[in-house]
């Protein structure tokens, strides 16, 4: 059997007396869809964050095809290029452009040369529809279009793994479809990636596993069905009830 | 395709007649009470006893004629000292706020550094820097003569202004929403690039008003060179006015000063206004 492409292995991590995630062990399969779901403060973003390595874990381990990431001889900025992340906000940088955006990593961490960057970047900004919007500014951008802009910008390296925190948590409703389509269209096209997220329906919908976060450990996990439908925990069936609406078939962001 | 806009109702017609005329009325009252206010003033100073000769004395057209060239000339190497200070300055803050940026313990003796640096100069007097710059340098004697008093004055300067200037930098660094340093790093940009490519450009956006006043500020102090014997235009002026006991070549220099402060003066007047027009309309810069 080969190694997974992620492995978390009793990964504990602390800020100050708080203890935020406290022993996590997870495996994510090349290609596989990851959600991870669990209430506000359940330790989501903190879990992304170990994995991209801009925190240091207290303890345990961070595999990535199976090589120790969290090992402090690796050099964390290597690492972070084969991971890509968008948050909730403040992705893009205001003064540069949406073409400068999606191609900095690629020129500046990969050493890519402009040209070959700039090829690629439009060709990614194309099928989402925002070619004609790369000589502008983020802030010319709706939300969603700039949420859209920072997921091309996270895959431009094309990266081993993708990280989501709560990517539509700080869009409009209205805005919310078009970047699910886009997570959608990558998952389906074999990305690997790791979600955390509130849109219960996506996750149903879109995961090929759902991890239920509570106070720092998983307490649930399965495919969308055995959490969604027959949850086994006490806790994720109380948890799963705020969201009762989106379980009763609900409008799902279009194909 | 554009839709003409509809014609306005007579009802907002008759309210812009209105404010039209109210507006005619402010700026009439406004400009007569000015002119009442400056023949005031004039009548009372020209009417003084002593008038006349503090005219001739600091007012002489044929002096300020007779004065200009000397004068002129200094202003140009005012100029000259402005710029290069002012390139100085921008090298050496940028450095020092860098510097305080870093991270880790193993960076703490320049961190301190740094902020040594900043807290001596920001708190010393520059006329004193400029003493002990300009005398003190040729007197440990690195070159056979002494370096050229403009030189001196100009070290002397960038001295105490990089401490305010590279403060500005930090504030403005700071100032940068701590997710964008996040999100650099999480494409894997080293902490120098970040700095470089993310947080630098927009630090200088946000403080690029506050620079502009602190290179106006520095323009005036350039004239304080002329302590070290450097020919200014202050300097020149003192010449011309120890040749003439007429104070003119002074008034002739002030305003000389106050005309290569006047453009860039409004250039921040109308930079800031810029920027927050800008931060109005939502934009994230
Ligand atoms: N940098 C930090 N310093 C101190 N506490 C933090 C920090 N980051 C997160 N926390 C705390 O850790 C807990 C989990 O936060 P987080 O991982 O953001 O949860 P979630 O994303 O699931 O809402 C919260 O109680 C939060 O206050
Ligand atoms: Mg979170």
Redesign the interface.
């Known amino acids: 059997m080969s190694d997974p492409l992620l492995r978390l292995t009793g990964i504990r991590k602390s800020f100050g007396t708080a203890e935020v995630l406290r022993g996590i062990d997870l495996d994510v399969a090349e290609g596989d869809v990851v959600a991870l779901i669990g209430a506000s403060g359940s330790g989501k973003s903190t879990l992304l964050r170990v994995i991209?390595l801009?925190e240091r874990v207290d303890d345990g381990q961070v595999l990535l095809r199976g090589e120790d990431i969290s090992d402090p001889r690796v050099k964390p900025?290597?690492?972070?290029?084969?991971?890509g992340?968008v948050?909730q906000?403040?992705?893009?940088?205001?003064?540069l452009s949406v073409l400068d955006n999606v191609t900095?990593?690629s020129r500046?961490?990969l050493r890519r040369d402009r040209a070959e960057s700039e090829a690629r970047a439009l060709e990614l900004l194309g099928r989402i529809g925002l070619a004609e919007h790369a000589r502008s500014y983020?802030?010319r951008l709706s939300g969603g279009q700039q949420q859209r802009v920072a997921i091309v910008?996270?895959i431009a390296?094309d990266p081993d793994l993708l990280l989501l925190d709560e990517i539509t948590s700080a869009l409009d409703p209205e805005l919310v479809g078009d970047v699910l389509a886009l997570v959608r269209d990558l998952a389906t096209a074999g990305t690997t990636i790791v979600m955390a997220t509130h849109e219960m329906a996506f996750a149903r919908d879109v995961a090929d596993r759902v991890v239920f976060l509570d106070r720092g450990v998983i307490a649930e996990e399965g495919t969308p069905d055995e959490v969604f439908r027959r949850p086994r925990e006490q806790r994720t069936r109380e948890f799963l009830a705020r969201f009762s609406e989106p379980l009763a078939g609900d409008p799902l962001p279009r194909q | 395709m554009t839709t003409l806009p509809a014609a306005p109702s007579a009802l907002e017609l008759d309210r812009r007649r209105y404010r039209r005329r109210q507006t005619g009325r402010s700026v009439a009252v406004a400009a007569v009470s000015t002119v009442a206010f400056a023949v005031v003033v004039w009548l009372t100073i020209v009417n003084t006893p002593g008038w006349a000769r503090v005219q001739s004395t600091f007012f002489d057209p044929a002096v300020a004629a007779r004065a200009w060239p000397r004068v002129f000339q200094g202003l140009l190497t005012n100029l000259t000292v402005l710029v290069f200070a002012a390139l100085g300055v921008l090298l050496l803050s940028i450095l020092l706020a860098t510097l305080r940026t870093l991270r880790g313990p193993v960076f703490f003796p320049l961190r301190a550094l740094a902020a040594g640096y900043t807290d001596l100069f920001r708190g010393m007097p520059l006329i004193i820097v400029l003493y002990l710059v300009g005398f003190g340098i040729p007197g440990l004697g690195f070159t056979a003569e002494r370096p050229p008093a403009a030189l001196l004055g100009t070290v002397a300067l960038v001295l105490v202004y990089s401490a305010y200037v590279s403060e500005v930098f930090r504030a403005g660094i700071e100032a940068v929403?701590p997710?964008?340093r996040?999100?650099?790093?999480?494409?894997?940009?080293?902490h120098a690039?970040t700095l470089r490519?993310?947080l630098l450009?927009?630090a200088v956006?946000k403080v690029t008003p506050a620079l502009m006043n602190d290179l106006v500020a520095m323009q005036k102090d350039v004239g304080l060179i002329s302590v070290l014997g450097a020919v200014d235009a202050v300097r020149a002026a003192q010449i011309e006015t120890a040749a003439s006991f007429n104070f003119t070549p002074y008034v002739l220099a002030g305003l000389l000063f106050v005309l290569l402060a006047l453009p860039l003066i409004r250039l921040t007047d109308w930079y800031t206004a810029r920027i927050r027009r800008r931060e109005q309309m939502?934009?994230?810069?």
């Open positions: 991209n801009l900025d290597a690492v972070r290029a084969r991971i992340v948050f906000h403040f992705n893009l940088f205001p003064h900095l990593a500046h961490v983020p802030d910008r996270a390296t | 929403h997710s964008q996040l999100a650099a790093r999480s494409l894997g940009l080293s690039q490519l993310i450009p927009q956006r939502g934009a994230v810069v």
